[in-house]
């Protein structure tokens, strides 16, 4: 049995939530989620709690347990509380700022790059090098920061680029002098 798949899901109050067909829908202040389930797994609601069992114990059936399981866990927090990624951009000139609800990067390059966010996300611009990407979807949160990265990801002999705030960049040694 999944350890991670046979723990039940408290849904928190303000929070509402729908399961039909294996369908799983998720009702709370910051939006609402919706996710459909592989039929390897049932997923129940009862009594305020979400539980995720499988059907048979074929490999297939083990590898979507805890899957199942951690998404519905990842709807009920996201639209409870919210998930956010924060980005640092290092470099010498390199800057961000907000223009509306786009970004504008300065990061090395010939012309600076506009990035206009998806509708579930926010961005903030705190501070010229910081980037704070927030939203309740986490999957969505998670790519909109790796596509941000993803312009200028940080190279490792001076460490220019951006990276994520928790993100250690291993350093090589440059060229020795004779």
């Known amino acids: 049995m999944s350890r991670i798949g046979k723990q039940p899901i408290e849904i928190p ?30 997923v129940a609601l009862e009594n305020d709690r979400i ?16 899957l199942a ?8 927090v996201g639209v409870s509380e919210g998930y956010s990624k924060t980005l640092d951009v290092v470099g010498v000139g390199f800057r961000v700022e907000m223009k509306g609800k786009n970004l504008l990067m300065n ?10 966010p998806p509708e579930d996300v926010e961005l903030q611009a705190p ?6 990407v ?8 998670g790519q909109v920061a790796a596509k941000i990265r993803s312009f200028r990801e940080p190279e490792p002999y001076k460490g ?4 994520y705030s ?3 960049i291993r350093r090589k040694a440059g060229k020795t002098a004779k």
Do not use: W
Request: proline share 4%.
């Open 13 to 42: 109050s303000g929070v509402t939530a729908t399961v039909k067909d294996n369908v799983v829908t998720i009702k709370g202040p910051k939006g609402e989620l919706t996710q459909a389930f592989r039929p390897e797994v049932n």
């Open 51 to 66: 539980t995720v069992t499988r059907r048979d114990d074929t490999g297939r059936s083990r590898a979507q347990h805890g």
């Open 69 to 76: 399981r951690s998404l519905v866990s990842n709807m009920v």
């Open 107 to 116: 990061i090395g390059y010939s012309h600076p790059i506009y990035f206009m």
């Open 127 to 132: 501070t010229q090098t910081q980037i704070v």
């Open 134 to 141: 927030s939203g309740y979807d986490k999957q969505l949160v």
């Open 160 to 163: 220019k680029g951006i990276k």
């Open 166 to 168: 928790d993100e250690y």
